[in-house]
Nanobody, 114 residues
Framework: QVQLVESGGGLVQPGGSLRLSCAAS????????MGWYRQAPGKQRELVAI??????NYLDAVKGRFTISRDYAKSTINLQMNNLKPEDTAVYYC?????????WGKGTLVTVSS
């Protein structure tokens, strides 16, 4: 059974930082493409950042502000978010692509507001 558990969301002021973490098994963290998506109220879910063995891609709106990384020692995939903006407010979901299936965490809410 694939389990993805997110943590690290919360309320932050514009310009602030948050670090999201997604815990998964060592096998999943080490082998499969993993990423972070987000869904704002009334909007479709969108890809924020994805990392596979050979590449990392980011949503244009977060380039230069967000960084995705794998921590093999802690068995997590992380999303460091800096210079947060109100438009970054959303529920953030961890994703793993295993074969032809997508697996999702339950999500963690990020609210950027003064």
């Amino acid at each position: 059974q694939v389990q993805l558990v997110e943590s690290g969301g919360g309320l932050v002021q514009p310009g602030g930082s948050l670090r999201l973490s997604c815990a998964a098994s060592q096998t999943i963290i080490s082998i499969y493409p993993m990423g972070w998506y987000r869904q704002a109220p009334g909007k479709q879910r969108e890809l924020v950042a994805i990392t596979s063995i050979n590449r990392i891609n980011y949503l244009d709106a977060v380039k230069g502000r967000f960084t995705i990384s794998r921590d093999y020692a802690k068995s997590t995939i992380n999303l460091q978010m800096n210079n947060l903006k109100p438009e970054d407010t959303a529920v953030y979901y961890c994703n793993a692509q295993i074969g032809s299936r997508d697996y999702w965490g339950k999500g963690t809410l990020v609210t950027v507001s003064s």
